[in-house]
């Protein structure tokens, strides 16, 4: 079946660590992103890849990083830096940035930080 | 990107229609409508998406206003299964030199209930 995987489902760690969350998919498609959720809350985007090798910032992309080494692996690295790092991150991918293609999304990793 | 305006919850018996209205009154003419739906803990899902006319996929029907400045999504025949919350948005063309690169811009949506 093809689809978008995120590991793992919940997180927790120490604050003032880095945790790198995975996102990997098998529809080759192009473009990926990442969404945060927040409770109650609709999705902000941190950071989105059109083509391997390369990523743009989003709306909220600080204490966040990225790679895309290769095109069906974006995993995102929250940082120390990230204030408020808990949240429930999502992961996306679309065939490309095009307006006829949707976006398909994983399950999510809900991550929280003490 | 124009802004959406969505009721924040909304009931719907099953087996009825369920209407959600999106009032978008800034669009402009190279901004598409469109709908995703997140069921509680998951990731959010696709339903349905359009420019001005209307639209009609296995999922649900888009009513877009001839002055484009509303919508509605139709799920016909609503069951316990579509509660979820459904986000209207709006999103520059590409082809209009759109610079979101697939960018989707989510409020907070409706909370659709089907109850029995």
């Known amino acids: 079946d093809g689809g978008i995987t995120q590991s793992p489902k919940y997180l927790f760690r120490k604050e003032g660590q880095n945790v790198t969350l995975s996102c990997e998919q098998n529809?080759?498609?192009?473009?990926m992103y990442w969404y945060r959720q927040d409770p109650g809350q609709g999705l902000r985007l941190i950071y989105y890849s059109q083509i391997v090798n390369d990523f743009q910032k989003g709306d909220i992309a600080e204490g966040y990083s990225v790679s895309r080494e290769k095109k069906e692996s974006f995993p995102l690295t929250v940082t120390s830096a990230q204030k408020n790092p808990t949240a429930f991150y999502l992961c996306?991918?679309?065939?490309?940035?095009?307006?006829?293609?949707?976006?398909?999304f994983g399950p999510g990793t809900r991550l929280t930080v003490t | 990107d124009a802004k959406t305006t969505q009721p924040p919850s909304m009931d719907c018996a099953e087996g009825r229609a369920a209407n959600l209205p999106c009032n978008h009154s800034t669009i402009s003419g190279n901004e598409y409508v469109y709908w995703y739906r997140q069921i509680h803990s998951q990731g959010p899902q696709y339903i349905i998406h359009?420019?001005?006319n209307n639209e009609t996929n296995e999922m649900a029907s888009l009513i877009i206003t001839e002055d484009r400045k509303s919508s509605t999504l139709i799920l016909p025949h609503a069951t316990l299964r579509d509660t979820a919350v459904y986000y209207c948005?709006?999103?520059?063309?590409?082809?209009?030199?759109?610079?979101?690169?697939?960018?989707?811009?989510f409020g907070q949506g409706t909370i659709l209930t089907v109850h029995p």
């Open positions: 529809l080759n498609h192009d473009a």
């Open positions: 996306a991918s679309s065939k490309d940035r095009g307006d006829s293609y949707e976006q398909y």
């Open positions: 359009g420019l001005k």
């Open positions: 948005i709006v999103r520059v063309a590409s082809w209009a030199g759109g610079t979101s690169y697939g960018k989707l811009t």
